[in-house]
Nanobody, 128 residues
Framework: QVQLVESGGGLVQAGGSLRLSCVAS??????????MGWFRQAPGKEREFVAA????????HYADSVKGRFTISDDNAKNTMYLQMNSLEPEDTAVYYC???????????????????WGQGTQVTVSS
């Protein structure tokens, strides 16, 4: 069982920035093998993909709505993944979740059902 703990959410004005962190309770070797992603869910909406690192190809993937504004990264030494969010918009308001999967190979890392473990979520609110 892997526990993921997010932090870094909060209230920010439009145009501002936040950096979310997600710490995994696993070994560095195991953490470095995971494909990891960030998702978000706004009130009354389904959970949607934000960004991911596909481990098999070391490639990053972004939703069109955040491309150029958000950056996903990880630090294996700290078992931590990050989501740097710049130029925030009111439409980015949501609960943000980090997730990891041990699935291997090439796949689209954009579907929630692919992921094995989830964090509890952190609220991001962007005021206009």
């Amino acid at each position: 069982q892997v526990q993921l703990v997010e932090s870094g959410g909060g209230l920010v004005q439009a145009g501002g920035s936040l950096r979310l962190s997600c710490v995994a309770s696993t070994s560095a070797r195991t953490f470095s093998s995971y494909t990891m992603g960030w998702f978000r869910q706004a009130p009354g909406k389904e959970r949607e993909f934000v960004a991911a690192i596909l481990r098999s190809t070391s490639s990053t993937h972004y939703a069109d709505s955040v491309k150029g504004r958000f950056t996903i990264s990880d630090d294996n030494a700290k078992n931590t993944m990050y989501l740097q969010m710049n130029s925030l918009e009111p439409e980015d308001t949501a609960v943000y979740y980090c997730a990891v999967t041990s699935a291997v190979g090439f796949f689209e890392p954009i579907y929630p059902k692919t992921y094995d473990y989830w964090g509890q979520g952190t609220q991001v609110t962007v005021s206009s």
